[in-house]
Every structure is written in C-alpha cells, then in structure tokens.
C-alpha cells in the first residue's frame, strides 16, 4: 500500500501564475482534504472533496479550487498566486463516516512563490 | 474560528528526560489528536482521544483529554533522538482537522 501520494514534491512559481498539485489517496479511501501550511505554523483546512463534489471549506479565497476525480484522486488549483501562497500543501486522505484517526497525510508539495 | 495554543512553542531537552507538552482551547471538543511532523513530511497521528477524562498510551506517549474537554496532554517518557520533530495537537468534526500551533522539540544526545 503506497499510502497517500503528492505530487510534485516541490514547485517554483512567480506571482500572478497558476498552479495544479496533485494528490492520489490510500487505498480504500474516499475523501481527500487539503491543507496549507504555512512555515512555522500549523496546517490549516482548505476544503474536502467527496463525490467528485466539495463538502467543506476552510477560509480560503476563491483563487484556491479543487477537484476529485472519479477513481478519488484529487487537485488543487490556485490561481493568481501571491508571495503568501508560499507553504507546504498537504493532501489527507479518509473514507467517509470512519472517525478522524483513519485520515492520512502525504507527504505534501512545498511551494515558493517569487 | 477555532483556535488550539499549545505550550511550549519549543523545547529542548537531554535524551533519556520526560517531556509534556498541552494544548488548550476556548472551545470544548469531542475529539483529541495528537500528531507528529518531522522535516518535509505530513503529520503522522500518535493517539486519537475521544472521551472526557480518558487516558491513552501508545508505547512511551501517554495522552490525556481533560474533564473540561478543553484541554489536553501529551507526555513523552525516557526521550530518544528520534523524537525530534513538531507535535501537533488537533481536533475536528467529519474529518475536517484543526490543528494546534505546534510544539517544536529538540532532543539532546
């Protein structure tokens, strides 16, 4: 089982460009959520896919979209970056109605933002 | 939103020592989590409280989720090398996580 994967693993972008990360679950989950992490400071929600649909959202602006696939894996899409994108996104990933201890997280793509 | 402070922000301390850290909240919670980061990977979870007053062990990680389910402890016995890293306290509903500010620990050979 190769656990939940990410990728790239790290990402260069200048402001104002877009970028896609994306992020493949355990076997047997369901659900993928994203958060960001910004250095030094704890990872914070952006939102959950379920269904192919978002089910959740943290407080994060517009620019940051998603989407999950039909065999569950999932992107995140954030346009328009700005210096302040810059951080560790991780994808986690669960199966529906089981309790928080069955999500799982990658390893996370780290993006610079210049 | 929901806010968890953990303290210490960091500490260091010489292998073989007991560590605890806490966490705390303005909120009461149904769900406790503890979580461990090291250096470019995801949180890997340690233990999962789920009841007001339980007391888990997980090897040398013993945790706690208060009576007033607004707190909570971690403690680490007989520290080795390998438990550097940021411990991260957590809690959430329908697996949307929220986690604590992070306590950085540094082990001393």
């Known amino acids: 089982d190769a656990g939940v994967t990410q990728s790239p693993t790290h990402l260069i972008k200048t402001r104002g460009q877009q970028v896609t990360l994306r992020c493949s679950p355990k076997?047997?989950?369901?659900?993928v959520s994203w958060y960001q992490q910004a250095l030094g400071q704890g990872p914070q929600f952006i939102f959950q896919?379920?269904?192919?649909?978002?089910?959740q959202r943290g407080n994060f602006p517009d620019r940051f979209s998603g989407h999950q696939f039909p065999n569950y894996s999932s992107e995140l899409n954030v346009n328009a970056l700005l210096l302040g994108d810059s951080a560790l996104y991780l994808c986690?990933?669960?199966?529906?109605?089981?309790?928080?201890?069955?999500?799982?997280f990658g390893p996370g793509t780290r993006l610079l933002v210049l | 939103g929901q806010q968890l402070n953990q303290s210490p922000q960091s500490m260091f301390i010489q292998e073989g020592e007991d560590v605890s850290m806490n966490c705390t909240s303005s909120?009461?919670?149904?769900?406790w989590l503890w979580y461990k980061q090291d250096p470019g990977e995801g949180p890997v979870l340690l233990i999962a409280?789920?009841?007001?007053?339980e007391l888990t062990s997980n090897g040398r990680l013993t945790a706690q989720f208060g009576i007033t389910r607004k707190d909570s402890f971690l403690n680490i016995s007989a520290s080795i090398p390998s438990d550097v890293g940021i411990y991260f306290c957590?809690?959430?509903?329908?697996?949307?996580?929220?986690f604590g500010t992070g306590t950085k620990l540094q082990v001393i050979p």
């Open positions: 076997s047997g989950h369901d659900t």
């Open positions: 409280l789920y009841k007001a007053g």
């Open positions: 896919y379920y269904e192919e649909e978002e089910r």
């Open positions: 957590a809690s959430g509903g329908y697996q949307k996580v929220t």
């Open positions: 909120s009461i919670f149904n769900t």
């Open positions: 986690a990933s669960s199966l529906r109605g089981t309790d928080l201890e069955t999500q799982y």
